[in-house]
């Protein structure tokens, strides 16, 4: 059976997710999960995974959830191409480029978490882009200065790995809430590749079934 | 040379860090980082670690960071005991539980995150015990659910792994927000026996050198 992967178009977990999919080279379906209208806490969706949670992938006869755990299943069931580097050393410091975007960021600009703030009174689309924005820069000037010490192309050397996953989603929604890219050139030189790359142009956002038109 | 931890005694993601040095039986010395004193932004710690950022391992000649990327490095370096399951679809399963934590939890409710949320008015304690609690609670349920499914004793399984790892301390900060665990016997059963475990007890808090007395 072909997997399936439950997702929203333009969240950063699911289009990593994608990415992951596309650069293993596995053919697949999509079960789109609206967010804006709950449907993650549908009857159907809970069924399927009770935590409430996209992204949400159906393979060889599972449903696995939590994209990174996603990312590292892809590369253990699929080896080819790798998407961690040989070597526990080279693992770590993709791993680290990896979870400073996916543990420190879209956790704090998440739907979920942008609701929050609103409660708290960051109402205007302003306020709410100075507060992603806070946490987008915190961690693309970390990044930068990794992708500098280990950067060849991509995040680390000269093919993509689980960084770039992260990477790339959080460069899109980086723009969605106007932070200035210009302080992070060699970000924007690995943006400008990943374009460029089919993998990473079939799971762009504006691609996907669910794509507002 | 024996590893050196940089990290902070309460901080989770350095709890779970020792955690993980306890259960390989790695022997290690202690470099504490006082966030509360912006400390990991010092031109010591700077000069070790770009990002500014605890914990750092200095280990086998590296410096690692990122406390999840960390115990994925201990488990592929020392296999012994290991810290994930065999097979891709077990290690998906204990790899999702920890990211409940690990992406849905303390990114929200670490020193960063509180000072944020005080500048957007939550300024007493019980405004704060709220906000965390209400990140805690939706990661317990979930975890409460997956430990029902999976775990014998431990997260998954019979043995610790990566999951209980990032659950401990999760649980230790649980009851600093004040968050009612009644609703969880099985986290509490876990959480009962991590408190009997060696090494869980070597790596708690207030065993450390940097502990408020």
Request: overall charge negative; glycine content about 8%; hydrophobic content about 45%.
């Amino acid at each position: 059976m072909v997997p399936v992967l439950h997702g929203y178009w333009r969240s950063g977990t699911s289009y990593r997710t994608r990415i992951g999919l596309e650069l293993k080279g596995l053919a697949y379906e999509q079960a789109p999960v609206d967010l804006r209208t709950g449907a993650q806490r549908s009857e159907a969706f809970l069924r399927l995974n009770p935590q409430g949670l996209a992204p949400a992938l159906e393979i060889d006869g599972l449903v696995l959830t939590q994209s990174m755990a996603i990312l590292e299943y892809l590369d253990e069931a699929y080896p080819e191409p790798p998407l961690l580097p040989p070597g526990a050393a080279a693992r770590a410091q993709v791993r680290a480029m990896a979870d400073v975007v996916a543990c420190g960021i879209p956790p704090l600009n998440n739907l979920r978490l942008l609701k929050a703030i609103k409660e708290l009174g960051v109402q205007d689309q302003a306020g709410q882009n100075a507060w992603a924005g806070r946490w987008i820069n915190a961690g693309f000037e970390a990044l930068e200065r990794l992708i500098g010490q280990h950067g060849s192309g991509w995040c680390w050397g000269e093919a993509p790995t689980i960084a770039d996953c992260c990477l790339i989603p959080q460069v899109y929604s980086a723009r969605r809430f106007e932070v200035d890219l210009e302080p992070y050139p060699l970000i924007r030189a690995i943006d400008l590749r990943a374009a460029a790359h089919p993998a990473f142009q079939a799971a762009h956002p504006d691609r996907q079934p669910d794509a507002d038109q």
